[in-house]
């Protein structure tokens, strides 16, 4: 292969800055509001905040005009409503502060009024039928919850942006923050009467649902990337030839982060750390040009705002140095594709962790109630947990040797897996210990080892004190994970309360409430232990043996969505009011509908590329091989090998104008019901373009790289 194609770009000049001088200096929170504003408004708010009280109107008024106030000496000449709708990206309509007085002067204003509501057309966006170009009205709604922050891009522009929610003129939630708000609530209200039944809900007046999220990705030179029509339009690379060296030394995990790359880190960092998004961890990834960022947790409302905030500011920093920041599952064939891992747990406004084992874990009755209750609702709702990450860029990273397997199963671990095993047979007496770990050289450290091993392999794993939702995809938003994964678990601990008050009776004595407890546990590990597995999620054998326990294991989004619109997903989300019936069936018309666009756009762009691209260069280097064949004859020269590859290079450019005429029928077909037109791309679009990639991909190789003009893996992958 000839010397890649490289490309010269200065690396930005790094500011040395501290994170904790810059932290939130973009965001109207903490001392900021506090400086601003009259100390009743403080409190009001800070009520809603942290207590979860309803907002009062009476303070819209003062807080809009702080909020002007600081925006404009920022440099902020506009304001938006910030949300997010049904399309899995954020949207702003930006309003001038700007207000013409009655002679005729200007002076900047934002209204208490216009804070709180504001009125975009929510036919513009998916909706499931809910609203149409006739019926167009919708609200956005301040949520006083997240921050509002300051948005500047590259060239110094700068926006006040206000997080809302998004709804139809009849109250639909037309957006992704509404039902995880309502989620969120549904999660406080029962974990609230667990700790009510233990005791220990003294000064608790709320249990928040935790959330942090690790964002995997890739770099691609800009360059580069803007020569790959299949990256510009559809975020991942349709055809390619696999690159000589990928990532089998496994040297690029971990290993030292290129400069021009680091440069990129960390102005995206200085960036986030002024919008109060506190990343801590930085490394490269498994893949070449692949890498990661991860922030501590938070509110998972403010974490499902910041993630989306994140991957904007990845996208734009990766700009100003040159890159381009792909954030599909699946950018490249042959190389790991990218998740975004979803640390969940549950915690008191106290500081509590509830889901932290402690020391004597088989005496922690509190911590394995709400154990159990996760382990019951993903045992019970498997199915929607599947569905709920459940995209076609994920597709093709499920499954795989790289992600969690399809079908939804949980690791505990051996400490929790033993304490199971007390429960399923008596009472626990013990916890497992980890020690430490002797390495065997005095000059080294003794380490204290966990009492449990970690398993990648699993969709859902507990990992401490947490669980990991390894399964979703990396262009995800994860507040509709999160908004079923809470349904699901205020579910189950909605079945728990409502069996140990009902088997505890009034005013339990203390040895009362411990034998009902074990009593109720022991039964939902009886029930629902089948979806507990430790073992290695990649292997064949589990898959047989997650068939033989009944487990679900849908390996596509056609198999997975239409759970969504069976009677128990929407007596589920009704009975918690999450999502009202028309909610979630409008959720699943824009999936499916969703699901079918993306896959035929995918379609549509591979045929272009072959027809303009490939094709082309393939009948120049065809024609090349006829030109050298017929010039042997001419000479009386047997050319034997030369009419051989020729004759071979004409049946690849035949099979590959087969594999397009086929993929090009599949495509056409349009089928008016969803379900079935999902089913139809799944079976027909999506196996021909994999043909048709096969017979490009074959063609690739045998071209040199002056007649091949598009970027090649080893240029986009190594080129740093």
């Not at 001088?21 to 973009?26: P, W």
């Not at 790289?705 to 080129?719: D, G, I, R």
Request: proline share 4%.
């Amino acid at each position: 292969m000839s010397q890649m194609r490289t490309t010269d770009h200065n690396s930005a000049m790094i500011n040395n800055v501290r994170a904790s001088d810059v932290f939130g200096t973009l965001t109207f929170c903490g001392d900021t509001m506090l400086k601003r504003l009259p100390s009743d408004v403080y409190a009001s708010i800070q009520r809603t905040i942290h207590d979860g009280r309803s907002l009062d109107p009476a303070v819209a008024n003062t807080v809009a005009v702080a909020m002007k106030d600081w925006a404009v000496e920022n440099g902020a000449t506009h304001y938006c409503h910030w949300f997010q709708p049904l399309t899995g990206m954020t949207a702003e309509k930006h309003d001038a502060f700007l207000s013409i007085l009655g002679d005729g002067t200007a002076i900047e204003k934002l209204s208490g009024e216009q804070l709180i509501q504001g009125e975009p057309d929510a036919s513009s966006f998916p909706s499931g039928g809910i609203r149409d170009t006739y019926e167009a009205r919708g609200y956005t709604a301040w949520d006083a919850t997240s921050p509002a922050f300051l948005l500047r891009n590259p060239s110094g522009v700068t926006t006040l942006c206000i997080p809302t929610a998004f709804v139809s003129w009849t109250g639909e939630a037309l957006d992704k923050k509404t039902p995880l708000l309502r989620s969120i609530r549904a999660v406080n209200n029962q974990a609230l009467r667990i700790l009510k039944f233990f005791g220990t809900d003294n000064g608790v007046t709320q249990v928040i649902t935790t959330l942090g999220c690790e964002q995997e990705y890739f770099l691609v030179d800009r360059e580069l990337f803007n020569e790959r029509l299949d990256l510009v339009i559809t975020g991942r690379t349709l055809i390619g030839a696999p690159a000589p060296k990928g990532h089998q030394l496994d040297d690029h995990y971990f290993g030292a982060i290129p400069d021009r790359v680091i440069s990129f880190m960390t102005a995206s960092e200085t960036r986030l750390f002024e919008l109060g998004i506190p990343v801590k961890t930085r490394h490269n990834e498994v893949a070449p040009g692949q890498y990661e960022i991860a922030p501590t947790y938070e509110n998972a409302n403010i974490a499902a705002d910041h993630q989306m905030l994140c991957m904007h500011i990845l996208r734009m920093t990766a700009r100003e140095h040159g890159f381009e920041c792909l954030i599909h599952e699946k950018p490249f064939a042959g190389v790991n594709g990218s998740g975004k891992h979803n640390n969940w747990s549950l915690s008191t406004n106290t500081g509590v962790n509830l889901l932290d084992p402690r020391e004597e874990t088989h005496n922690n009755l509190q911590f394995l109630t709400f154990l159990c209750a996760v382990i019951r609702a993903i045992d019970t709702r498997a199915d929607l947990l599947r569905a709920s990450i459940a995209t076609a860029a994920n597709d093709h990273r499920l499954g795989a040797n790289e992600a969690p397997p399809a079908i939804m199963s949980i690791y505990l671990g051996s400490m929790l897996t033993d304490i199971l095993d007390q429960l399923d047979s008596g009472a626990p007496k013990k916890t497992i210990r980890g020690g430490n770990l002797d390495l065997g050289e005095k000059t080294l450290p003794l380490l204290p080892r966990a009492a449990s091993d970690r398993n990648r392999t699993s969709p859902f794993a507990f990992t401490g004190n947490k669980f990991e939702f390894r399964a979703v995809g990396s262009s995800q938003s994860v507040a509709w994970p999160n908004t079923v994964l809470n349904t699901m678990i205020a579910e189950s601990l909605d079945f728990v309360a409502t069996e140990l008050e009902k088997k505890a009776g009034k005013n339990p004595s203390e040895a009362k409430i411990e034998s009902t407890v074990r009593s109720v546990l022991k039964d939902i590990v009886k029930k629902h232990r089948r979806v507990c597995f430790d073992g290695d999620g990649y292997s064949e054998a589990w898959h047989k043996e997650a068939a033989k326990r009944g487990l679900p294991n849908m390996q596509s989004t056609a198999e997975s969505l239409p759970c969504f619109g069976t009677k128990s997903a929407r007596d589920l989300f009704a009975k918690y009011h999450v999502l009202s019936a028309v909610e979630l069936h409008a959720r699943f018309e824009v999936l499916m509908e969703t699901y079918v666009k993306v896959v035929r756009i995918e379609a549509r762009t591979l045929i272009t590329m072959v027809k303009k691209s490939v094709l082309p260069i393939a009948s120049q280097w065809q024609a090349t091989l006829a030109d050298i064949v017929s010039a042997c004859h001419a000479a009386g020269v047997e050319c034997p090998e030369d009419e051989a590859a020729l004759k071979s290079w004409m049946k690849n450019v035949s099979n590959l104008r087969a594999a397009l005429a086929s993929l090009e029928q599949a495509e056409s077909k349009h089928i008016a019901d969803y379900a079935k037109h999902m089913r139809q791309v799944r079976d027909e679009v999506v196996s021909a373009m994999a043909q048709t990639r096969l017979a490009c991909d074959a063609i690739e190789p045998w071209v040199p790289n002056e007649f091949w003009t598009l970027p090649t893996y080893a240029e986009m992958l190594l080129n740093r």
